[in-house]
């Protein structure tokens, strides 16, 4: 069995990528080449009061029709996103009350 030769003529899809027109644009193209990377794996124990809180959001988030289906994975994404523009002292008073 022989080996398919390359055809260096041919574009790959690397090359043909374009070069974002405008912020919107950029902001998608670095999402969309951030999303190409591996995931890791963490692993948090939370206390039962935790999961039902995580589940009762994910269920309501469903349920309000504004979005399709989440899970909690993309619940987690998302709070981490509003954590990191939200005012610290705000967030350490949302990390006290959870204690």
Same mark, same amino acid.
């Given at each position: ?11 790959? %899809? +690397? ?18 080449? @951030? =999303?190409?990377?591996?995931? #890791?794996? =963490?692993?948090? #124990?939370? #206390? ?5 809180? +995580?589940? &009762?959001?994910?269920? #309501?988030?469903?349920?309000?029709? =504004? ?9 987690? =994404?998302?709070? +981490?996103?509003?954590? @990191?523009?939200? &005012? ?7 990390? %006290?009350?959870?204690?």
């Amino acid at each position: 069995m022989s080996r398919s030769k390359i055809d260096f003529e041919n574009k790959s %899809k +690397l090359s043909t990528l374009r070069e974002p027109e405008s912020r919107n644009d950029e902001l998608q193209l670095s999402y969309s080449l @951030t =999303k190409i990377q591996r995931a #890791r794996v =963490k692993s948090f #124990r939370l #206390r039962e009061i935790d999961i039902q809180n +995580l589940d &009762n959001t994910v269920k #309501r988030i469903n349920m309000s029709g =504004k979005i399709q289906p989440i899970l909690s994975t993309d619940l987690i =994404k998302g709070l +981490l996103v509003m954590a @990191t523009q939200m &005012n610290e002292e705000k967030l350490i008073n949302f990390i %006290k009350m959870s204690y």
